[in-house]
Each structure stands twice: as structure tokens, then as C-alpha cells.
């Protein structure tokens, strides 16, 4: 339990440095900080569910776009707040991640990871319709007086919630039921453990959270247009930042979004076309370099190190 | 992307100066102007048309004539690209990075609604004035009240479906066509917007609505659209549609031989390659926009864009986003100085010589643009439009040959 | 009566499509994301061609067909080979090659537009013309009957010549087939590099009569894999029957509902048929 102290203390502490940057930083890597946090926040969700059970969700897009899309529309045609948009939007993600994990997460993994692919897409389209043909709105605009130091904040805060839960979750019985899972589905089955509520279970967590995220998000973009916030591209984002940094750790995330987020600006920058490839390329790295990501790596070198001075 | 267009300018200048009487700031300082625009991802295409070729059209024209007037210093302008891969968040970081990295003097306004409003509050805390030409919206007080650094050129959603409203009342009243019309829209933001605007309008003005659906954006298969609007027997076809679906509009309303004598699709029926792609067939289609070609300063424009950029440029935002550039341009000379307050102020307060006219703005608006074109014989011409001059009469679409 | 027509002719093509990605799951046993891509790659040689050269896409798919090919099996033996012999199961091969096809995926799409950024738009036999009373276009019938032509080829190598035999044995058991005899490795390798070609086939004939660009592979992957998920892995009869059910209720569904909802449609089945029988319509139950 000790162990456990120190980790908690630890993020605390790392928690309380990053709340400074917006003092320190100018509004440039201000906005890159935001984007990192997001990427963080969302990664980190991401983890809980698909590091121990090796299933890739790419939902991440679909639940950040509910949350966004709520918000907007609640604010914009319905005079809402955002502060209740923003805490109803995880909810109803919740309740579909919860269909979702039901439909498909009984069956094997592959089946999971396709109907995820197309999700975001399908999802726009349906809530496109239902706003064409129900809602009929002029335009979601979401006019707040937030700043990017707000939201920076806001994110920081919802990223160290979600590392928290990830914490309890290893340290908790369906933990230790999604680790046996991982390993062994057949074998966690014998051993009595539900597997299929396990994992419908976190797959709605981490739909809760970036339901969050995207909430929180809607304001520095002002305007959402349904094909922005329900972007597939944000799900592989998510996944490939994760899988770089390691999925096998809850830290891991971090340790690849902060690189990735840095390279990404610099290609954006020299070369701006090169970006998709640049996505590709580093697809491929993580499956025949990395397949444990740089943490897995670097744990690799450090056991490796140990080893040799015995 | 850093693409510092005008370096031969100013080393040619600089040449030209140092033989004359040059001042040794002459050849350091230039005015930074910033431009973030889509150069890939799905608005890539129609920036490419409209925004892009206006600004280097502009940066080339000004520093062809030697600069820009500060304050008694002739400057020249140096453009900063930025490509927003079609992204909000990629286009408030480069916003961002103009701003601090860069330290640009001035910015032209992003391309497309949603990018306008989502830089609004980036540029408007750092007092950059952004001359909008792309934002096409209703709710213009609320977003001036809140930035009072934006402007806006291009008109209102209203006024946008208004144009189309009053073609299809005129055409009814002189009995050429009946009150069924086929309604379609693109199923995103701006789509919608002008669809839900579109429905109380028509309806009041006594329209029968006998096809109404929406499409989602990026929809490769148009046919079964174009098939039912056929089926419901319209007088008058209206799409709310953005480039990939006026184009697979038009070529399934040719498939199908559409039989209607008012057809209308939206943004990039004024584009140059809506005419290529179809020819003679899409003659007397209606679009958004319009230009009036006659137009002596018009026409100069024209053939200085393809002069210089190789390309021809649409019949519609082209000449309002370079109209917004010279905006700009006279108001830093007319300010005479770099500082964004006072520039700003002078856009607020004067009234600019363009390619459009003469353009000021009311509470940050300029009420002077077109809404509504029509293809007469290869050349897309105004035909509706708010305190511009040169429209002509609407024709009666007449098959698809 | 137009719903069946345009329903069948699109299930046509996107059959052909289907029994690429069959050939590339059921038997190689690699869940290719990037099958969309290498459509998207057979609609971009043609568009290109047909702009650039004038040469028509009926020519152009015997150049894509051979160029598809070869590339899928070079894909095959340098960037999959290695995955099969490191993975210990099924399951982490799955993952493995979704990762990794993923990751093609972006990179064919970060190729293609460099070549292409906008559309590929073309007219080619944009014709109208009338079937059993219904409007279509002369370019959708062409697209069909070439679908149907390549595809009864294919059925029937796939029944009557021993490399044919082989490939179908080891989509049934890849332990089996090995203990018969068969080179599993270079059947699969085989099977990889057809199941793309055909794929690529397909991708020139769509373009024929819808507009694809870079990005929209996506899409098409999905309509496979729901295709061949839904008439079960490895199954060519499967496959034909599962794109005639999605070809015309996307078509109904997009006449008489809405255009928006097609994709919505898919899912639909997408969801019914794992509920339901996710080994699908002619599957077998996995051992």
C-alpha cells in the first residue's frame, strides 16, 4: 500500500506543477499545452479499459463528439448552461457506451474494434439528421468567457479525476478480473469472473470521460459543426498517443503525448502535407518497434540493467 | 508552411532603392501578415479557389507598387502561411503562433464560418482587426458585440436565402413556374442553418414543399437524392450544398434530365470548374454569389488574377476577399501606422475604394455583396444581390444539353 | 422496382469488394484496415489515368489488377509475414495486423494526397439509360457486369483449380491444411495479394460512378467488413449475399427515409447480426 502512497503523491505533485504553466508559458504553448492536456485526459481513459483488455477502442471520437454536440446545443438553441450541458453530456455517453459494450463486447475483439471504427462517422450522421429534421438549428455557437488558461484547467483537473480512477480501478477487484481477461479470456471465464460486465463496465468509463473532454472543449472552438467534434480522426489520435507511450501503464499516455504533440507541431509546420504519413509511419513503428510502447521499452532497458549488475 | 512570397519583391526593391534614395530601414522592415487558411482537409478545395490566389493576387499587386504607405515609410508586406488542415484545433494553434512566434503585424481573416468565430477571441484579445469574408451567419450583433475586431462582408444567412426567395416569388408571380419546390440540404452546420432559414420562407411565401431531405456532408452517391426529388414533381429545385455535393448534384440533375425550370444549388456553383465539369449543360443553373463581370473595375481584377496566380477566380468570394485585403491595406495607410487600435478604428470609421465599390461597415458590417448568380452562356453572372449594381434578368432553366 | 435496380447494381460492386477482404481475412487471416485505401488507390489510377491519358477504367483495371497485386504480396511478405510469425494466437495477430494495416492505411492516404488532394472527378459513360423501366446510368450497369465477370471467375478458380482448393482448405483450417500438405504461408501470401487486387479492381470500377477522394476509404472498409462479417468469414456465396442485402436496403433506406441515415442502416444490420448470428449468414460457429 505503500507503493500505492508514493504513486498518488507523486501525480499530486506532477498535477500541481502542470496548474502553473498558464502563469508561466506564453499563449502559444499555452494552446499547444491545452491540446496536450486534452490528448492526456482522453489517453489516459482510453487506457483503463483498452491497456488491460487489448481492446482497441476507436469510440474516443464518437463519445468527445456527444459531449461536445450537447453542450453546443443546449447553449445554443435551448439557452442552457454550459455547466449543465457539461455535466449531462458524460451521462448520456455513458448510456451509449453502455449499448455499445453490450452489443459488442461479448463477442472477440475484432468485432469491438470495427464497429468502433466506423462509429464517430455513423453518429454524426444520425445526430445530423435528427438536427436537420427535429431540432432545426441556426448554427451552435458556444459563447463563453472562458480563456484557454480555463479550460487548460478545467482539462488538468479532469485528467488527474481520470488517473485517480485508473489508480483505484488496478488496485480493484474488476482491475485484477480485466487483467486476467487480458491475458486469458477463457481462463478468467473459468475462474468465475464476469467477464462482459467487467468490461462494459470501464468501456462506459472512459466513454463518460471523453464525453467530458469534448464538453469541456466546445468553448474554445465556439462554433461545433457536427463533422468536427465527431472526428475519426481524434480516435486514432488517441490510440496512437496511447499505444506510443505504452498502454500497459497508466502513465504511459503521458510519457507519449507530450513527445508526439511536440513532433506534430514541428511537422505542422516544415511540412504540413506530411502529417497522415507522419500518423502512419508511427502506426508502424509502435507495431514492429514498440509494441509495448516507449514505457514498455524503457522497462525492458531498466530490467535489463538490473539483471546485469547481479 | 513559411512561404515568404515576397522576397524577390524585396530584394528587387531593394536594388531599385539603394540606386535612388533609399533609407536603411527601407530594405529590413516589412509588414508581417499572417494567413491561416485550409490548404488540405476538406475545405482545402474551396480555399484554394477563393482565398489563397486573393492573397497572393494582393501581396503582389501591393508590393508591385512599391509598399504600403506608413506614416511617410513605404513598407512592403510579407505573407506568413499557415495550413489549418481544415481543423479548429490546428487552426487556434497557428493562430496562436502568428501572434506570438511570429509576431505578425496583421492578420487575414481564416476561410469558413466556423473558423472566423473560432479564431475570433484569439485575435480579438490581441487587438488584430479581422476582415471577415467567409462567415456567413445570423447572429452578427451578438459576435460584434462580443469582438468588436471582426467585420463582416459577405452578408447574412437571411439575405443569403432572401436572394433565392424573391427569384422563386418574381418567377411565380409572371407564371412560369408553380409553387412546388424540391428542397435539399447538406446535413452540416451551415447546411442546416440555411435549410431551417430557407423552410419558414418559402412556406410563408406560399411554397408547397414537396421534397425536403438532407444529405450527410461527404455523401458519394447522390442518385437517390436527385431520383426522389425527380419523383415529386418540383417546378423549382433548391440544395443547400457545399462543393463535392453541387457538383455530384449537378451530375445526377443531368442523369436524370431534371424537369425543372429554377435550378439552385449553393456554394461552389460559382466556381470556374462547375463549368468546366459540365459545360453547356449547366446553363441557366443558379448559384450562390455572383458577379458582375461588365464591371470595369471587376474586370481588371479578373485578368490581374490570372496574371499572376495562373488561375481564374470564382464568380463570387474571390472579389470580396480581395476587396477585404485592400480594406486592410488602405486602412493601415489611412491609420498611418502599424498599431492594430488605430487601424481598427479607421476600418469602424472610413470608407474604402475596392473592387466592389465603395465598402463601409455599419456596427462592423459592410452591406454590399451579391447572394444569388446564374450561368448565362459560360459566364456566372449576378442576378440578386444587397446595394450592388449590374443585375441581370433571371433565365428559365431548359433541359440538360 | 428503382430501389432493386440501383440495389443490385451498386451490391455488385461492393461484392467484388467484399470477397477481396475475404480472401484477405478469411483466409490470410489479416484484418486489413488499409482496404479501403487500396480502393481508394484503384479509383485514383483510374481517375488519374482517364484525366491524364484518356485511357478508359475498363483498360485501366488489367494495369491496376497485376500493379495491386504484386504490391499487396510484397506487403504481405515484408510487413505481415513477420506479425504471423511473432503472434502466439489468433487474437493478438488480429490486433497486431489492425494496427499495423492501420498505419498503412494513413500512409497510402498521406500518398495519395500528395498525388490528388481534391476529388477525382471524372464523367465516364455518364449516360442515362433505362433498365426494366428504371433510370440508371450506363456506368453503374458496366461497373455490375464487370463485378459479375470478375467475381464468377473467381468463384469458380476458387472450385475448380488446386491453387484454388488450396486457398479455400486453408480458410477453413490453417493446422489442417498444413498437416495436408499445403504451404500455408505461401497460400496466404497468394490469397493476400488476390483479395488486394480485387479490391483495387473494384475501387477503379466505383469510381466510375461515384466521386471518392483520399479520404473516404474509411468508409469502405467498414461496408466490407460489415459485408463480410455478415456473410461469414471466408464464405464467397456469403459475401454476394450479404452486398446484395446491404446494397439495396442502403438504397431503400436512402429514397424512401433519407440519405443520412444509410451508414445509420449498416450499423443496424451490423448490430442485428452479431446479436444474432455472428458467425453470419453462412458461417460456421468458431471452433
Not at chain 3, 449498416?266 to 452479431?274: E, M, P, Q
Request: with cysteine.
Amino acid at each position: 500500500m505503500n507503493g500505492g502512497i508514493r504513486e498518488i503523491l507523486l501525480a499530486a505533485a506532477i498535477v500541481v506543477l502542470a496548474a502553473f504553466v498558464p502563469l508561466v508559458v506564453n499563449p502559444y504553448w499555452l494552446s499547444i499545452g491545452v491540446t496536450a492536456m486534452m490528448y492526456i485526459a482522453l489517453c489516459t481513459s482510453w487506457v483503463i479499459f483498452s491497456g488491460p483488455t487489448h481492446y482497441i477502442s476507436l469510440a474516443s471520437g464518437a463519445f468527445f463528439g456527444v459531449g461536445g454536440y450537447l453542450v453546443a446545443t443546449g447553449m445554443s438553441d435551448y439557452e442552457l448552461s454550459f455547466w449543465l450541458m457539461a455535466a449531462v453530456s458524460p451521462f448520456v455517453a455513458l448510456v451509449l457506451a453502455g449499448l455499445i459494450g453490450w452489443a459488442t463486447l461479448r463477442l472477440s475483439g475484432v468485432y469491438f474494434v470495427i464497429f468502433t471504427l466506423g462509429l464517430a462517422e455513423m453518429i454524426r450522421n444520425l445526430v445530423s439528421w435528427i438536427q436537420n429534421n427535429f431540432l432545426g438549428s441556426r448554427g451552435l455557437y458556444v459563447l463563453t468567457d472562458f480563456t484557454e488558461a480555463h479550460i487548460y484547467w478545467m482539462l488538468l483537473g479532469i485528467a488527474a479525476v481520470v488517473y485517480l480512477l485508473g489508480w483505484w480501478v488496478n488496485r480493484s477487484r474488476i482491475g485484477f478480473a480485466l487483467k486476467i481477461i487480458g491475458n486469458d479470456e477463457s481462463v478468467a471465464k473459468h475462474v468465475g469472473i464476469n467477464t462482459a460486465t467487467s468490461k462494459i463496465i470501464l468501456f462506459m468509463t472512459t466513454g463518460f470521460f471523453a464525453a467530458l473532454v469534448g464538453a469541456v472543449i466546445a468553448p474554445r472552438y465556439s462554433y461545433i459543426e457536427p463533422n468536427q467534434v465527431f472526428s475519426p480522426e481524434l480516435s486514432f489520435m488517441v490510440v496512437i498517443m496511447a499505444l506510443l507511450g505504452g498502454a500497459g501503464r497508466l502513465w504511459g499516455p503521458i510519457v507519449g503525448v507530450i513527445p508526439f504533440t511536440l513532433v506534430w507541431e514541428w511537422v505542422s509546420i516544415k511540412m504540413p502535407n506530411q502529417t497522415t504519413m507522419l500518423i502512419g509511419l508511427i502506426f508502424l513503428l509502435i507495431v514492429y518497434v514498440l509494441p509495448h510502447g516507449i514505457v514498455g521499452r524503457l522497462e525492458q532497458a531498466f530490467a535489463k540493467m538490473r539483471e546485469g549488475r547481479h | 508552411m513559411k512561404r515568404r512570397t515576397t522576397l524577390k519583391m524585396v530584394a528587387a526593391a531593394t536594388l531599385a532603392g539603394t540606386m535612388s534614395m533609399a533609407t536603411a530601414a527601407f530594405a529590413a522592415e516589412t509588414i508581417k501578415i499572417g494567413a491561416v487558411a485550409p490548404k488540405t482537409g476538406p475545405l482545402a478545395g474551396g480555399a484554394t479557389v477563393t482565398q489563397w490566389p486573393n492573397v497572393e493576387l494582393w501581396a503582389n499587386q501591393v508590393n508591385e507598387a512599391g509598399g504600403l504607405n506608413v506614416g511617410g515609410t513605404k513598407m512592403m508586406v510579407e505573407i506568413i502561411e499557415y495550413d489549418d488542415k481544415t481543423n479548429p484545433g490546428e487552426h487556434i494553434k497557428a493562430a496562436n503562433r502568428l501572434i506570438n512566434q511570429d509576431k505578425a503585424n496583421f492578420i487575414v481573416a481564416p476561410y469558413g464560418t466556423g473558423f472566423n468565430i473560432a479564431a475570433a477571441p484569439i485575435y480579438g484579445k490581441a487587438g488584430y482587426p479581422m476582415v471577415a469574408v467567409s462567415a456567413i451567419t445570423d447572429k452578427m450583433d451578438t459576435l460584434t458585440a462580443k469582438f468588436p475586431n471582426l467585420f463582416f462582408t459577405l452578408g447574412t444567412t437571411t439575405s443569403f436565402v432572401e436572394g433565392v426567395k424573391e427569384i422563386l416569388v418574381e418567377q411565380r408571380d409572371a407564371g412560369k413556374i408553380g409553387n412546388r419546390v424540391a428542397m435539399v440540404n447538406v446535413a452540416d452546420a451551415f447546411g442546416i442553418e440555411l435549410s431551417n432559414v430557407a423552410r419558414e420562407m418559402f412556406v410563408e411565401a406560399g411554397f408547397e414543399l414537396v421534397y425536403d431531405k438532407s444529405y450527410p456532408l461527404g455523401t458519394p452517391d447522390l442518385s437517390p437524392v436527385m431520383k426522389g426529388a425527380k419523383a415529386a414533381n418540383p417546378d423549382a429545385f433548391v440544395a443547400w450544398s457545399y462543393p463535392p455535393d453541387t457538383f455530384g448534384l449537378a451530375k445526377q440533375a443531368i442523369i436524370e434530365d431534371l424537369d425543372v425550370s429554377v435550378y439552385y444549388s449553393a456554394v461552389a456553383t460559382s466556381f470556374p470548374a462547375y463549368f468546366g465539369a459540365n459545360g453547356s449543360k449547366i446553363d441557366n443553373v443558379l448559384g450562390a454569389g455572383g458577379t458582375n463581370v461588365d464591371d470595369p473595375k471587376i474586370a481588371a481584377y479578373r485578368k490581374a488574377h490570372e496574371e499572376v496566380t495562373g488561375k481564374t477566380a470564382d464568380y463570387w468570394a474571390s472579389a470580396n476577399t480581395y476587396a477585404a485585403l485592400e480594406v486592410l491595406g488602405q486602412a493601415i495607410e489611412g491609420a498611418g501606422t502599424l498599431d492594430r487600435d488605430a487601424v481598427t478604428d479607421y476600418i469602424k470609421n472610413n470608407s474604402f475604394d475596392t473592387v466592389m465599390g465603395e465598402l463601409n461597415f455599419e456596427d462592423n458590417v459592410s452591406y454590399k455583396f451579391w447572394t444569388v448568380g446564374q450561368w448565362q452562356d459560360g459566364v456566372f453572372r449576378g442576378v440578386k444581390g444587397v446595394n450592388v449594381d449590374g443585375a441581370v434578368p433571371v433565365r428559365l432553366k431548359n433541359g440538360w444539353k | 422496382m428503382d430501389i432493386i435496380v440501383s440495389g443490385l447494381l451498386l451490391a455488385g460492386t461492393y461484392a467484388l469488394v467484399a470477397m477481396g477482404l475475404n480472401l484477405q481475412y478469411g483466409v490470410a487471416r489479416i484484418m486489413n484496415l488499409a482496404n479501403g485505401e487500396v480502393l481508394v488507390l484503384g479509383a485514383l489510377a483510374a481517375f488519374w489515368l482517364y484525366l491524364n491519358a484518356q485511357i478508359s477504367p475498363l483498360l485501366t483495371i488489367f494495369m491496376v489488377g497485376p500493379i495491386a497485386f504484386v504490391g499487396n504480396w510484397l506487403i504481405y511478405r515484408f510487413l505481415l509475414t513477420p506479425l504471423v510469425r511473432r503472434s502466439k494466437n489468433q487474437g493478438q495477430l488480429e490486433v497486431d495486423s489492425i494496427l499495423a494495416t492501420f498505419g498503412m492505411s494513413f500512409f497510402l492516404v498521406g500518398i495519395m494526397i500528395s498525388i490528388e488532394g481534391g476529388f477525382f472527378a471524372y464523367t465516364y459513360l455518364s449516360e442515362p439509360i433505362s433498365i426494366l423501366g428504371s433510370t440508371s446510368s450506363l456506368n453503374r450497369l458496366v461497373a455490375f457486369l464487370m463485378a459479375v465477370l470478375i467475381g464468377g471467375s473467381l468463384y469458380l478458380w476458387l472450385n475448380h483449380t488446386r491453387p484454388g482448393v488450396a486457398v479455400r482448405a486453408v480458410a477453413v483450417s490453417t493446422e489442417a491444411s498444413g498437416l495436408v500438405g499445403i504451404d500455408v504461408p505461401r497460400i496466404s501470401a497468394l490469397a493476400f495479394a488476390l483479395g488486394g487486387a480485387v479490391t483495387a479492381v473494384g475501387g477503379s470500377l466505383i469510381s466510375t460512378f461515384i466521386t471518392l477522394d483520399a479520404s473516404v476509404g474509411v468508409v469502405f472498409t467498414m461496408k466490407a467488413l460489415i459485408i463480410v462479417i455478415m456473410g461469414g468469414v471466408g464464405e464467397i456465396r456469403g459475401a454476394i449475399v450479404a452486398a446484395i442485402i446491404l446494397g439495396v436496403v442502403e438504397t431503400a433506406v436512402a429514397t424512401l427515409i433519407d440519405p443520412g441515415l444509410t451508414l445509420a442502416a449498416a450499423y443496424l444490420i451490423f448490430i442485428l447480426i452479431l446479436l444474432f448470428r455472428p458467425e453470419g449468414l453462412f458461417g460456421r460457429r468458431a471452433t
